[in-house]
């Protein structure tokens, strides 16, 4: 019997943690197994929010594939994805083609714009290593050339955040930590910098409990942060950006937007044919999309029913990894000729949103809500766990988070 090919693009959450299982439920004689992803490393796109404001450097974060992956089991290929045909089983990249036998997409997340003018041109986004980089060295360049110029430039330093969910409110969270660092460091007085979220909801953090949100609120205005709540961006430009509250029109002066509003899907899901709502694909109970017993969708591009809410489930890091745990277990009983899948259930764990390295709330096994230290110290372990899953006690001491009291 041939070995069959099972191909798993992308290397984040869903893609390495299926090739982190599949690794030890399959063995090489079984079936080629191959990774593709388009730099040489995985990283947490949980802490790119630390990198972005600086308050944690990107090598934390990332982590070379093949000190993870056995590459004598899986064959890691780096290069970029260009199209998939799922009709031919083929898969086009860069420099060359790759056919499969299985394959699974885990391609991840793309910002979603929703048509705001001039926001892909001139606003930032917290979407990889390298742009979480350039948004630290974008707001530390403005700090160092404001005290270099005749004539002070407010937009230099003010700091304006579109959206208040996960991410924003993480960001800006990093960023209050943030801030006193670069005004002391660059001799700019700390009354001098704004930060400012932008949120087109009548409340941060929709969805989220309103005592925990109210927490997060005071927390964060505590250190300086101004809230723009039911306020509907509009526009984007290189020095300001528009937005609709009420009935009127506002602007703020700034040269530094980072938009933390909305993600979609992979467009290369679409654009392979597969049913799509905004890059993300309806899959059936075993993560698999309609008409097509050969490919398997995990992470973001996923998109699962709760059936007791009637909505989507969030793409989450937690459910990209369960999504991926099952996927290798469905693929290791496919190899030994098994094809009856087992289905897929969520387990939501909770949920814990840092507000800056001492602060955080949350909500964990039974609705239980936690605040401040505690829910900081949860923050870090749920970190550590994951690096626990995808690489051991190893990848947890080289990149874990194991000061619980800083």
């Known amino acids: 019997m041939n070995r069959p090919n099972i191909v798993i693009l992308g290397a984040g959450y869903g893609g390495m943690m299926t090739a982190s299982k599949l690794q030890k439920k399959v063995s090489a004689d079984s079936a080629n197994m191959t990774l593709v992803n388009m730099h040489s490393y995985h990283y947490q796109s949980t802490w790119l929010h630390e990198n972005a404001a600086g308050t944690l450097h990107h090598d934390r974060t990332r982590m070379e594939v093949d000190n993870v992956i056995d590459t004598n089991k899986i064959n890691f290929v780096q290069d970029t994805v260009t199209g998939i045909d799922p009709d031919n089983k083929k898969v086009s990249l860069l420099n060359g083609e790759i056919s499969y036998d299985y394959l699974v997409i885990g391609l991840g997340f793309e910002a979603a714009t929703f048509g705001?003018?001039?926001l892909l041109e001139n606003a930032f986004t917290i979407s990889s290593i390298n742009k979480a980089r350039l948004i630290r060295q974008h707001i530390e360049y403005n700090f160092a050339k404001y005290n270099n110029e005749k004539d002070k430039k407010q937009e230099r330093l003010n700091l304006v955040v579109g959206g208040a969910g996960f991410t924003g409110i993480e960001f800006v969270g990093e960023l209050a930590n943030r801030v006193p660092e670069l005004c002391k460091e660059y001799d700019v007085?700390?009354?001098?910098?704004?930060?400012?979220?932008?949120e087109a909801a009548p409340t941060a953090l929709p969805g989220f409990d309103p005592e925990l949100v109210e927490y997060a609120m005071n927390s964060l205005e505590a250190r300086g942060v101004e809230f723009k709540l039911g306020a509907m961006i509009k526009?984007?430009?290189a020095d300001k950006l528009v937005y609709e509250q009420g009935d009127e029109i506002e602007e703020i002066p700034t040269n530094t937007v980072v938009w933390a509003a909305g993600v979609r899907g992979n467009s290369l899901v679409e654009e392979a044919g597969f049913e799509s709502n905004r890059g993300r694909t309806p899959v059936r109970e075993d993560l698999r999309p309609n008409g097509y017993d050969d490919v398997f969708i995990v992470g973001d591009?996923?998109?699962?029913?709760?059936?007791?809410?009637?909505?989507?489930?969030?793409?989450?890091?937690q459910i990209a990894i369960q999504e991926a745990e099952h996927t290798a277990g469905n693929l290791k009983r496919i190899v030994e000729g098994n094809h009856n899948l087992e289905p897929f259930e969520p387990n939501i764990q909770g949920t814990v949103a840092s507000l800056g390295n001492k602060d955080a709330i949350g909500v964990i096994f039974d609705d239980k809500k936690i605040f401040g230290w505690t829910a900081t110290a949860m923050k870090k372990i749920i970190d550590n766990r994951y690096l626990w899953k995808v690489g051991g006690a190893a990848l947890v001491l080289k990149k874990g988070k194991l000061n619980f009291f800083k």
Do not use: H
């Open 116 to 118: 705001i003018k001039g």
């Open 301 to 317: 591009c996923a998109l699962i029913m709760n059936e007791e809410t009637e909505r989507p489930y969030p793409p989450t890091a």
């Open 189 to 198: 007085p700390r009354e001098n910098v704004r930060i400012i979220n932008v």
């Open 235 to 237: 526009e984007v430009t």
